[in-house]
């Protein structure tokens, strides 16, 4: 599978941007997708999850009740709605697809590649 991150770019603080991630080379199925992001000297970390089949969610608590992960079955793609934006999320953001619900890049089978959020203050 391969998936394609997108809709990064420069926001002031407060503002808003949505993050698109479509996968080719099967369709998404019983599958868990998610987000995680690598902000500049740090580890990647988690940022959210969702199950495709039910379409329930987790987030870290970093981003929770800002960020909302949500999936369009019929194009094959999952998508991060950014809110409330802080510099602190600042980072280079990547979709994957998880092999087991964990919040960890262990529980990752397949990435994507980055794309960037910039938040200025």
């Known amino acids: 599978v391969q998936l394609q991150a997108s809709g990064g770019g420069l926001v002031q603080a407060g503002g808003s941007l949505r993050l698109s991630c479509t996968a080719s080379?099967?369709?998404?199925?019983?599958?868990?997708m998610a987000w995680f992001r690598r902000a500049p000297g740090k580890e990647r970390e988690f940022v959210a999850r969702i199950w495709w089949s039910d379409s329930s969610t987790y987030y870290s608590d970093s981003v929770k009740g800002r960020f909302t992960i949500s999936k369009d079955n019929a194009k094959n793609a999952v998508y991060l709605q950014m809110n409330n934006l802080e510099p602190e999320d600042t980072a280079v953001y990547y979709c994957?697809?998880?092999?087991?619900?964990?919040?960890?890049?262990?529980?990752?089978?397949?990435w994507g590649q980055g794309t960037l959020v910039t938040v200025s203050s």
């Open positions: 080379g099967r369709t998404i199925s019983s599958l868990i």
């Open positions: 994957a697809e998880m092999s087991v619900p964990g919040t960890t890049v262990q529980s990752v089978a397949y």
